[in-house]
Structure formats: structure tokens, C-alpha cells
């Protein structure tokens, strides 16, 4: 199937990087949320980065112009969900929103157009039955910064068609990303997993006084070569996020391993997420030394 217009729906980091990765590459994307204020920050933000690539060189000044002139950002989804192709859903990670969500761009979009979820929680078989066409959901899930980060994760569920996921396939080669396929789903799927596993250690570690947050993070960093330690990820990912996603993995499970852990819960409390809010792990702020 030929894909030409993609909606996003959802302005936050995610949404809005994943987005200008579409229009980069010639394809019309409209960006749809529910508050004018995300859709402006996101115009700001996306601004800023393409500004800088302008400058290093990386593209040209007329490539960053024609890709904002390839993306609408408005808050009207009915009209936006008329012309969608294919629609990459990067709302907030609450089951309950993704399924109406889901039900109400199942009644908007052309028959042919694959409905996909961003989701890093929620695999396709929890959302796939709110809408008339199962065979069309799947996970197409993109990793952060989703402008720099090759690998997309394709998942299909029990109900996902061939043809889906050929679609999705096709689409994350030509936006330039690298397609890793699920044949089956798991909640997490394998990225996440392998990610949570180092997580949960480095806070095993952290809690029980073995090492501190700067320690773990460099041996990661200069023992196993990874590009950031896991603290400094969370930091950029937001700590939030994970907290979101530990606490759905709960209630699903009802298994207390599973719960997010002391110390990250005592975070997200104080209302420090990371560099979002200037603090998290590290200290952001001018006067902070991260
Ligand atoms: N958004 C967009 N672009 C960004 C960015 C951001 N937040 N942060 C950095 N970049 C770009 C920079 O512009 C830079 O490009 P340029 O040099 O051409 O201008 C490039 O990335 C490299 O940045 P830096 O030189 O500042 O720093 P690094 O070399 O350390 O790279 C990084 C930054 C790409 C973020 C790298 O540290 C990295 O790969 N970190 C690990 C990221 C990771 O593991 N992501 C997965 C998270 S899990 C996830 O997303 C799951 C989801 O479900 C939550």
C-alpha cells in the first residue's frame, strides 16, 4: 500500500520528533493533540533542533524548510483523520485514552489506514479490540531521541495481518529507521526489556549503598560501552515514564516485583523527572554540573 500522509497524534517529545522523521523524508504529516500549548512547544523545540542541524550541516536550510512545510499542527483530529494513510498514535500512556482514542480513529480514518501506537506499554491485542479493524493495529514503537535512534520496533499482535506489518515495515525503512519485527508480543518487547533489566540493577545497586549514581553510570559508560549510563537515561527519557510504565506492568501482573522502585518513586513525587524538569538524577540547571 502506498503511504503518503501520516498523522501523529500527540505533540509531546515523541510525537513531535517522530514527526519531523516523516516530513524529512517526503511524507505530508499532520500532528494532532488535544492542548494548543503542546503543539506550540513541540513547534519550538523541533525548531531549535533543525536550527541546529542547519548549522552543523547536517541538512540544508531548504530540506528543514520544505520538512516544516510538510507538517500541519492543529487540534482537529476529525479532519485531520480523513486524508491518514497511517496513523502513529503518541498520546499519553494510559490504557483507557489509547482504547477511546483508538474506537474514535477507528470511526475517522479511510478503511485502509493502519492504526499504530507508539506505545512502549501496551501491546497491540490490549488495543486492537476497541477498534473494527484488529488486523490494521500494531506497535510501531520509536526510541528517544526518536531523531537520532535507528531502531523501531514493529510488533504485531495475535489479530495483526501480514499485510500490516509489511506496511509498517516498509514505512520505518523509508523514513530511515531500522525495523526489529515481533513475532509475538510481549509487554516491554525487546529493547525496553533489556533496558529494564540494567535499570532495575543499577537501583538494586543504588539502593543497597554499593555504588553511587555517577559510579554506575560511568562503569556503564566505560566498562560496557554504552552511550549513556542507565541513570542518564532515565534522565532523558524522563523518570516519569518508566515510573508509568512499572505501575501498569503492576497492575497487570499484580506481582510486587514489578513495582517501581523507593528511590525512583521518591523522584516522581518531588516532581523531579529529569532534564524536562531541570532536575532528576543530575542537576540541569545552569548552576547544576550535568
Ligand atoms: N533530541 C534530538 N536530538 C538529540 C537529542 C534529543 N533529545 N539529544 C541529542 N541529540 C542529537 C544531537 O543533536 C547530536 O546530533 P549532532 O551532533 O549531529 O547535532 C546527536 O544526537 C548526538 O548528541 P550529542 O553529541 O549531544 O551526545 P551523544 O553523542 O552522547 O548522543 C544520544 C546523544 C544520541 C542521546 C546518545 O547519548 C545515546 O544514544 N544515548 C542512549 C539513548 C537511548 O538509549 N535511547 C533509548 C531510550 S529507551 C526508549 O526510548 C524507550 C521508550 O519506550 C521510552
Redesign the pocket.
Known sequence: MEITRILVVGSG??GS?IAMVCALTGLEVSVQDLAEASLEKAQTELRS?MD??VA?G?IGADERDLAFARITFGTDLPAAAKGADFVIEAAVEKLEVKRELFAELDRLTPEHTILATNS?SFVPSKIADATSRPDRVVNM?????A???RCVEVVRGPQTSDATVATTVELAERIGKLPVVLDKEIPGFV??RL?NAVRDEAIRLLEGGYASVEAIDTAARTALG???GPFE?MD??GID?GYH?KQARYDETGDPADLPSRSVTEKVERGELGRKTGTGWYDYTEQGDH
Do not use: C, G
Open positions: 517529545a515523541m520528533q533542533r541546529r542541524s552543523k547536517r512502549s514503537h520509536f526510541f528517544n531521541p531523531l537520532v535512534m529493547a525496553n533496558l554504552h552511550p549513556m537515561l532523558l527519557t515514564i510504565t
